[in-house]
């Protein structure tokens, strides 16, 4: 019989299966439902496994929280669940990672539920947490312009703008050197200036800060317009080589 929990790819009953954007309401809906019952039936089993680590650290919710975090606002409903029955958002994987760094991880997905977030601050969660790259939830988080109401989130619930990773690099360096999607975010161009500008603090003190590899914001910023701009001109040489 066929089963939606892959053998090599589940963890309390949690899906690591990526859900397309155009699946319809009715299938999500269904999906979601079964995923919740069988979760329930397993933790009617054993109710210590909400907090079970695996070889990776990684719990029910941090599996939650990575599967989901591109799939829309309905399956925040798993990670709710979760909680509700008591998984600990404070919890570090091996990567020192809690579930909200996984929530953050750019998936190329729907831009991530605020709703989510909320739900694992509420579990204790920090949202100044930084893992094993010294990434806090907000390095993450920016590298995806398409989530504007993430980002505000974050910075409105004691997010540092200051913090650097390994790298050297502030969220503002991150978010110099993201990405989205035009066709989505065209409306959101002032929301996503006003962003941008407290990413760079007061008087735009962080926008001129070097990282290891002495790089400002906006040096990494003119080099992300420059490779855009090559990329976009090797397309169109290779449209021209082929139409001759």
Avoid at 18 to 45: C, Y
Avoid at 55 to 76: D, I
Avoid at 155 to 171: M, Y
Wanted: hydrophobic share 30%.
């Amino acid at each position: 019989m066929h089963s939606d929990l892959s053998s090599s790819q589940r963890h309390m009953g949690v899906s690591i299966e990526e859900i397309p954007r155009e699946m319809t309401t009715e299938v999500t809906e269904e999906k979601l439902q079964r995923i919740i019952t069988t979760v329930n039936l397993l933790l009617g089993s054993n109710p210590e496994t909400i907090s079970t680590q695996d070889m990776y650290g990684n719990t029910p919710l941090h599996y939650a929280a990575k599967t989901y975090s591109n799939c829309g606002r309905k399956y925040t409903a798993v990670s709710q669940f979760l909680c509700d029955r008591g998984a600990d958002a404070s919890i570090l994987n091996k990567k020192s990672e809690t579930a909200l760094h996984c929530l953050c991880h750019d998936n190329g997905g729907w831009p991530i539920d605020t709703a989510a977030l909320e739900i694992l601050l509420r579990h204790s969660a920090m949202v100044t947490g930084t893992e094993d790259n010294d990434n806090t939830p907000l390095h993450l988080v920016v590298k995806n312009l398409e989530n504007l109401d993430a980002i505000v989130f974050l910075l409105d619930h004691g997010a540092d703008i200051s913090t650097k990773n390994l790298k050297g690099n502030t969220p503002l360096h991150e978010a110099a050197n993201g990405m989205f999607w035009p066709g989505v975010v065209e409306e959101k161009y002032k929301s996503m200036g006003e962003i941008l500008g407290r990413l760079q603090g007061d008087e735009g003190r962080l926008m001129h800060h070097p990282n290891t590899e002495g790089k400002s914001p906006r040096q990494v910023q003119d080099e992300r317009r420059k490779n855009f701009r090559e990329q976009i001109d090797d397309i169109e040489s290779g449209w021209k080589w082929w139409g001759s």
